[in-house]
Nanobody
């Protein structure tokens, strides 16, 4: 199983980026995006179930949108109105649904750096 992310980079505050994650070798009933800033714990930013329902961390609601293309086995994270506090390494994760929530499985991408300058 392999998850490959792309789309990170450097952007000014207020700008946008779109992350992509292509999964190969398996399909997942749910997929998520995590991020980890220096000195902080990895946090779940957003996830999507195979049926299309989504959920977001409060810190990104209204600014980030997660979507998926099952034909391409790809999940996206559209990030708008980026803030300096969004700076982190973003990781794609393969997961499953568990008790109406997201259960992370041990399938991770290599991470992609997102840096937002003020």
């Amino acid at each position: 199983v392999q998850l490959v992310e792309s789309g990170g980079g450097l952007v000014q505050a207020g700008g946008s980026l779109r992350l992509s994650c292509v999964a190969s070798g398996s399909t997942f009933s749910a997929m998520g995006w995590y991020r980890q800033a220096p000195g902080k714990q990895r946090e779940l930013v957003a996830y999507i179930f195979s049926g299309g329902s989504t959920n977001y961390a409060d810190s990104v609601k209204g600014r980030f949108t997660i979507s998926g293309d099952s034909a391409k086995n790809t999940v996206y994270l559209q990030m708008n109105n980026l803030k300096p506090e969004d700076t982190a390494v973003y990781y794609c994760n393969g997961g499953s649904a568990y008790r109406n929530g997201y259960h992370s499985l041990n399938y991770w991408g290599q991470g992609t750096q997102v840096t937002v300058s003020s």
